[in-house]
Structure formats: C-alpha cells, structure tokens
C-alpha cells in the first residue's frame, strides 16, 4: 500500500525530479506557492488514477465516503486533502478489484 500511496505524490523519485537550469536561478517559491503546487499536483495524480481506472467522481465517492464535491475540489487542487482521505482514495484507485 505505501507504494501505491507514494504514486499519488510527486515527489516519490526524487531522481525523477526536474533539474535546474544552470543558465538561470528561478525566485524560490513561498511556501504558500510550494503547498498550492503540491495540492495540484497530489490532484491530478488522483485525477488521472481515477480516469485510467475508468472511475467517475460519482462512482469514487461512493467507495470511500468522501463527498463528490470534494473530490472534484481535491483534483482541481483547489481544497487541502486530509491523509486520512488520502489513503481511501489510493485505497480504492489502486485495489486489484473495483465493485462498482
């Protein structure tokens, strides 16, 4: 399970990780920026799980109880995700077999 959780985050491989450019220093990020580009980025790794699972909203929200509005908020990166939310969702996105 903690693999399949580490999937929805972005920064599981750190060797995967963009390099900086060595021509130019880009302006640190806030942290404000830096937790607002986690949340849309945490999203739409959710986003595309749920889509390459055939899911929809509706369908996703059933199985782990969490409201179909809040959901869709989470994958626009719009609403900060729970870790309790968090593991439900990898739960059900990533479980060998879906009941629908």
Same mark, same amino acid.
Not at 36 to 50: S, V
Not at 79 to 89: A, D, G, P, Q
Not at 90 to 98: A, D, G, Q, T, V
């Given at each position: 399970? %903690?693999?399949?959780?580490?999937?929805?985050?972005?920064?599981?491989?750190?060797?995967?990780?963009?390099?900086?450019?060595?021509?130019?220093?880009?302006?640190?990020?806030?942290?404000?920026?830096?937790?607002?580009?986690?949340?849309?980025?945490?999203?739409?790794?959710?986003? %595309?799980?749920?889509? %390459?699972?055939?899911?929809?909203?509706?369908?996703?929200?059933?199985?782990?109880?969490?409201?179909?509005?809040?959901?869709?908020? /989470?994958?626009?990166?719009?609403?900060?995700?729970?870790?309790?939310?968090?593991?439900?969702?990898?739960?059900?996105? !990533?479980?060998?077999? /879906?009941? !629908?």
């Amino acid at each position: 399970m %903690q693999n399949d959780l580490l999937s929805i985050l972005p920064f599981c491989h750190p060797h995967e990780a963009p390099q900086p450019q060595p021509t130019s220093k880009p302006e640190p990020l806030t942290y404000r920026q830096q937790l607002r580009q986690l949340r849309r980025t945490i999203g739409q790794n959710i986003h %595309q799980a749920r889509t %390459q699972k055939r899911l929809t909203l509706r369908q996703l929200s059933r199985a782990t109880g969490i409201p179909e509005h809040k959901l869709d908020q /989470y994958e626009l990166g719009k609403n900060e995700i729970s870790i309790e939310e968090l593991i439900s969702i990898e739960h059900h996105l !990533h479980s060998r077999s /879906y009941c !629908h």
